[in-house]
């Protein structure tokens, strides 16, 4: 089969010049400069034929542009100027201008006709050209393979937007008045190809038609009963059912310190019902969420570890970290990253430092070596009778010590029962001043470590605990935490922007 006679049947068969050049397997640029690629091919193109066709070919100096009578069989038009023109503009006229993505990607989902297409053509060259076109790989660059080849770089040039995988998804939903008949058609061809399968319409898949929809699993005598060979060009052109946008996952990393002894980590429910109004993510989220994104309900928080209710968290305070999904924009601006610091610190409960957006894949940082990190600790503890200088002394442990800590009680309900070592790197008691009864411990542990249960022992299930170290009870009163052995997000000082 040489190129111009397969040319010149494409060309009777209402087969447009970028399909041509897909069925002559056109690669990357080839389809960028037409007239160049035929003639490397020794195609000789009928002069008529290049008026009305797609990229840079059809240009203002000809202005006896004819009007198009029918759209290409194979595509149904879909690489033409027009439909791009249509494209381009449903994009526009959507929420597009919304998101700030430097990077877009797109997600087409052609009408089944256009399958159906290519399979009738295929069998429409085998009976032209013979067993030169074979019945297992198809005799074109697949439409879903040009599309991206074609479309995609118009569309991110005419956008202004690079390709980008993380991008702005684009879902763009294509329909064509010829697909319902045509797969009806099919339902009926596939009950005679594939006896024993009967399927419903809704059932015939893209995917089923990829596989099974081969010369070499259905014969074209089958095919012909139902719809014709070759594919004949139609007369309307493929419509936008849907242009839906999805933006980037978008993840904003910061500090935060907890500085009241009332609020929870995240809401606190109890068999269905509220514990306390407000918590750490509520708070962070509120403030932040609505900027970047219309869904803030699946913004998900994460921390590198937790504090309980009662135990604030002050020093540098503990990283945390927003993935916000369908995000609008994926920067922000040291201004407005200061005012939702603001806007969270007018809670007081909760402030807010070093936010910024991260890399996606440094979000992990907050979970990796969580039980292999260090927490420094400040616990304030009751002792029932004057502390002593050999009290003190035994709770001046500079040395590290292991320890054996059964499950709480206070956590049985949501943690499996364990006994589980872990380190204490430091124990460092004073006075508080003025009253003798009460200890000021600074104490550096492995993650992990229950402080309370270290602190009284729990009537022997944490052994040793501070309770026998001493030898007397010893209760805690209140805990922070000073210090979060994580090294990140880089500190940025937001308020510098003024
Ligand atoms: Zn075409």
């Known amino acids: 089969m040489k190129n111009q006679e397969l040319v010149d049947y494409l060309v009777s068969c209402g087969v447009c010049t970028i399909c041509q050049l897909r069925y002559l397997r056109a690669r990357g640029t080839e389809y960028n400069d037409i007239n160049q690629s035929f003639q490397r091919l020794g195609v000789k193109v009928p002069e008529n034929q290049l008026e009305d066709e797609t990229n840079g070919i059809s240009t203002d100096e000809q202005p006896l542009k004819k009007p198009r009578l029918s759209h290409c069989s194979t595509c149904l038009g879909i690489f033409s100027e027009d439909f791009q023109r249509e494209l381009i503009e449903g994009i526009i006229a959507s929420d597009f201008g919304k998101y700030d993505s430097e990077g877009i990607v797109l997600a ?12 009738s053509m295929w069998f429409a060259l085998q009976r032209k ?13 697949p439409i879903k393979e040009a599309v991206k080849l074609i479309l995609h770089p118009i569309i991110c040039k005419k956008l202004d937007k690079k390709y980008d995988a993380n991008g ?8 064509h008045t010829v697909e319902e008949q045509e797969v009806d058609k099919l339902v009926e061809l596939n009950r005679v190809a594939f006896p024993g399968k009967t399927l419903k319409r809704i059932e015939i898949s893209r995917g089923l038609l990829e596989k099974q929809y081969q010369p070499s699993r259905v014969k074209a005598e089958t095919y012909e009963k139902y719809l014709p060979i070759p594919p004949p060009a139609v007369d309307e052109s493929l419509s936008l059912k849907s242009i839906d946008l999805q933006g980037p996952m978008v993840c904003v990393a910061g500090r935060y310190r907890k500085l009241s002894r ?46 309980d209710v009662d135990v604030r968290c002050l020093g540098k305070g503990r990283p945390f970290v927003l993935e916000i999904p369908n995000s609008r924009h994926s920067s922000l601006t040291k201004e407005r990253a200061l005012a939702m610091e603001q806007a969270v610190d007018k809670s007081g409960k909760v402030s807010i430092l070093n936010l910024q957006v991260v890399p996606r894949e440094q979000a992990m940082h907050i979970k990796t070596g969580e039980e292999q990190k260090r927490k420094y600790y400040r616990a304030l503890c009751a002792l029932k009778e004057p502390a002593t200088l050999e009290i003190l002394q035994k709770l001046q442990i500079p040395e590290s010590f292991d320890i054996q800590q059964k499950t709480p009680i206070r956590v049985l309900h949501r943690r499996p029962l364990h006994t589980r070592p872990r380190t204490i790197y430091s124990v460092k008691a004073r006075l508080q001043r003025d009253n003798p009864l009460v200890l000021v411990i600074d104490i550096v542990t492995q993650a992990g470590t229950y402080i309370k249960e270290l602190v009284h022992g729990e009537f022997g299930r944490t052994t040793p605990s501070f309770s026998s170290i001493i ?20 500190e940025v000082d937001n308020s510098l922007s003024q």
Do not use: C, Y
Request: proline share 10%.
């Open 262 to 307: 009332e609020l929870s980590h995240t809401p606190w429910l109890l068999q269905g019902v509220r514990q306390m109004e407000d918590s750490i993510e509520e708070i962070i989220i509120r403030s932040v969420g609505p900027h970047f994104t219309e869904t803030v309900p699946k913004i998900t928080f994460m921390s590198s570890g937790r504090e």
């Open 129 to 141: 050209f013979g067993p030169t076109v074979h019945s297992n790989s198809p005799p074109d660059v």
């Open 168 to 175: 702005l998804m684009i879902s763009i939903d294509l329909r």
């Open 471 to 490: 030898g007397k009870p010893i209760d805690i009163q209140a805990l922070d935490v000073v210090g979060i052995d994580l090294d990140w997000p880089p």
């Open 108 to 119: 087409i989902t052609m009408p089944m006709s256009l399958q159906l297409r290519q399979l």
